[in-house]
């Protein structure tokens, strides 16, 4: 055993001093205010007529209490167990391979039944939402873009047209890296609108639809710094071709 006799009862002191504070906050704060309902923290008979925001709220407030009731709970299981192995003489023998914890670890956390390489706490979960199966990619099932024989209305334009009053994203957040104003931050900003190719955006005709005009817009600055067009089109504005 790496740590002495004299230590190990120093951090058996730490670790009940640890348990008592722990157990005397949950006391104190009645478990994170988890012993009343929703409606003794209102002081009403029903929070049905409560604004929608002002439940939300006190729900994200509920969801940290246990969250932090949780925490407590955890530590507590371990400082508990901790002292058992103390007890039992375990104490500071990794119980999956059973090597020595060093000392310099112990005094880090004096709760650890773990060397470093077999600890839990460094396990980060790969857990995610089952909806995640069905819902995936974005927009799941609706989006049907990917679909080289579709190209109708689907579920991820019916977000756009939603998206386009506004939402809580800014340009720095948005999806897209070269938006720099509220009007291009939506999904899929710069796909084309009412035409398919990029030339279509650009080329208009009189209403024979033999003479064909350049109509130099931002489509058609973009079309050309992205090395699609041919700079031959710029040497006369709407020349005709």
Not at 92 to 109: K, V
Not at 202 to 224: E, K
Request: hydrophobic share 30%.
């Amino acid at each position: 055993m790496t740590i002495s006799k004299e230590r190990q009862e120093q951090l058996r002191l730490q670790l009940e001093t640890e348990k008592q504070d722990i157990e005397n906050r949950i006391r104190q704060n009645d478990h994170d205010g988890l012993g009343s309902n929703l409606r003794d923290g209102t002081g009403e008979l029903s929070s049905i007529d409560n604004h929608p925001a002002d439940v939300g709220t006190e729900l994200f407030e509920r969801g940290k209490d246990i969250a932090l009731l949780e925490q407590e709970e955890m530590h507590l299981s371990r400082i508990d167990a901790a002292l058992q192995a103390m007890n039992n003489g375990t104490y500071g023998q990794c119980r999956i391979c059973g090597d020595d914890i060093p000392e310099e670890r112990l005094e880090a956390l004096p709760d650890s039944l773990y060397c470093l390489q077999h600890s839990p706490r460094q396990n980060i979960s790969t857990d995610r939402p089952v909806e995640e199966a069905l819902l995936a990619p974005p927009f799941g099932r609706t989006n049907l873009d990917e679909h080289d024989s579709y190209n109708g209305f689907d579920g991820e334009d019916a977000w756009q047209i939603v998206e386009q009053w506004g939402n809580a994203d800014s340009p720095a957040m948005s999806e897209n890296p070269d938006a720099d104003d509220y009007k291009h931050i939506g999904t899929e900003a710069e796909e084309n609108d009412g035409f398919v190719e990029s030339l279509e955006s650009f080329l208009a005709t009189d209403i024979t639809g033999r003479h064909v005009q350049v109509v130099r817009n931002r489509q058609y600055r973009n079309y050309l710094e992205n090395g699609e067009g041919d700079h031959w089109l710029e040497e006369e504005e709407n020349e005709p071709y």
